[in-house]
């Protein structure tokens, strides 16, 4: 009897060692106070959720293989990928803070409206910025790509995760030139109607392609200071609008309807039912060439006075559970080596936002080394025809301007 008491004993001691040596998730307090090198101790034999977009295959793959393994390497964290949209996951957070609940969200892929959104109701956590390593050695702090998300300050709340720039994509084989204005847009789509067309506006690709326009026909600095009044806008936008109703009989199905997003005018262009595609995904057009999707005879081009740019980002909510591996997790994607990962063509094809000035040779060498593949704008051009996005409080306007307007009318 006194034996399987010491058992019983012995047994329990080791259980409450055990439960004693269970990692402890750091809190926000804890986060604050400690240094980036302590973090990442924090964080080692945690697991970080990564909530964001998940509607394509390969940057849920470049993620899941090339992201979460060197994670675990690097820094024994687990990622989970999440994917859920701004319209599932901000709701999710409002519920959280007016309840005062537990998070379960480490990281955001999130910007543009939705960031002002976030931000504005407080369901952010920061300025987090400034404990990043990687931010404050390779990226240049005082770009607007970097201080600004449509227009609005960042002060800290998010960290750059890529870059992105509306790209038009036409094929060359249907189309002796590529229009490199809105009204050559439309002269085109008068020599060939019913062979183009543009996503519609509700979709974030389809808006920008609208805004894009705009900034063609009435420039972007106006809208940089812009009352967001919907009558205001509506009068500075009309010659814009005016020329998307004389755009509209040209169109696919003459413009009583449109393509409900990427995937489908890509298919679209895929069959040949029209001849023009749109991407804000600079380098999509050579992953597309590359798998044999799109003809050899696609190619990427802007407009003259250029296409709108802009920066997708990494926050971390107001309540996350595990701040430490979130910081972690996001610093890692900042880094050189794992940002010329999703600079290739046929991995995701997404800007970097390293500063090439930053960098080392080595490093430099490894960006100059991806081969960005067929029918693409060099990343030069990119840049020196890249236009601000417009505020985050007058897109949403817009949209709803276009719907007023444009379809069905």
């Known amino acids: 009897m006194k034996k399987k008491y010491v058992i019983l004993v012995l047994m329990l001691i080791f259980l409450s060692v055990l439960v004693g040596c269970k990692k402890e998730v750091v809190t926000e307090k804890d986060v604050a106070e400690m240094s980036f090198d302590e973090i990442v101790e924090a964080a080692r034999g945690t697991t970080v959720t990564f909530?964001?977009?998940?509607?394509?295959?390969?940057?849920?793959?470049?993620?899941?293989?090339?992201?979460?393994?060197?994670?675990?390497?690097?820094?024994?964290?687990?990622?989970?990928?999440?994917?859920?949209?701004?319209?599932?996951?901000?709701?999710?957070?409002?519920?959280?803070?007016?309840?005062?609940?537990?998070?379960?969200?480490?990281?955001?892929?999130?910007?543009?409206?939705?960031?002002?959104?976030?931000?504005?109701?407080?369901?952010?956590?920061?300025?987090?910025?400034?404990?990043?390593?990687?931010?404050?050695?390779?990226?240049?702090?005082?770009?607007?790509?970097?201080?600004y998300d449509f227009g609005q300050p960042v002060e800290g709340y998010e960290a750059p995760y890529g870059k992105a720039q509306m790209v038009f994509i036409g094929d060359t084989a249907q189309l002796s030139t590529l229009p490199k204005s809105h009204e050559a847009l439309l002269e085109l789509a008068k020599a060939h109607p019913g062979k183009l067309t543009y996503i519609d506006a509700s979709h974030f690709t389809g808006s920008a392609f609208v805004r894009n326009i705009i900034y063609d026909i009435v420039g972007y600095e106006v809208f940089l200071d812009h009352v967001a009044d919907k009558a205001a806008l509506k009068e500075t936008i009309q010659p814009a609008l005016d020329y998307l109703k004389e755009l509209k009989p040209y169109l696919w199905r003459e413009g009583v309807t449109y393509p409900a997003e990427d995937a489908q005018l890509d298919n679209m262009f895929e069959d040949g039912e029209v001849y023009m595609t749109m991407t804000y995904t600079p380098f999509h057009v050579a992953g597309k060439i590359a798998d044999g999707s799109f003809p050899e005879t696609a190619q990427g081009f802007l407009f003259d006075k250029g296409t709108i740019g802009n920066t997708h980002f990494m926050a971390m909510p107001?309540?996350?559970?595990?701040?430490?591996?979130?910081?972690?997790?996001?610093?890692?994607?900042?880094?050189?080596?794992?940002?010329?990962?999703?600079?290739?063509?046929?991995?995701?094809g997404d800007l970097p936002v390293t500063d090439p000035l930053k960098l080392t040779e080595a490093q430099m060498a490894l960006f100059d080394a991806v081969d960005i593949g067929e029918g693409t704008v060099p990343q030069e051009e990119l840049l020196v025809k890249r236009l601000p996005e417009m505020r985050a409080d007058l897109v949403p306007i817009i949209e709803e301007i276009w719907r007023d307007e444009i379809p069905g009318n």
């Open 51 to 147: 909530y964001g977009w998940g509607g394509s295959e390969d940057i849920n793959k470049w993620l899941d293989e090339t992201v979460a393994k060197s994670l675990m390497d690097q820094y024994e964290v687990t990622l989970e990928r999440v994917p859920m949209v701004p319209a599932e996951y901000l709701p999710k957070l409002l519920n959280e803070k007016q309840l005062e609940s537990e998070g379960t969200i480490d990281v955001l892929w999130i910007n543009g409206e939705n960031f002002y959104s976030a931000k504005s109701n407080d369901l952010l956590y920061g300025p987090i910025t400034e404990k990043l390593p990687n931010f404050n050695t390779y990226l240049d702090g005082t770009s607007p790509d970097v201080l």
């Open 318 to 348: 107001f309540n996350a559970p595990n701040k430490a591996a979130a910081m972690v997790l996001i610093n890692h994607i900042l880094s050189p080596e794992i940002q010329v990962t999703k600079y290739d063509p046929s991995v995701w």
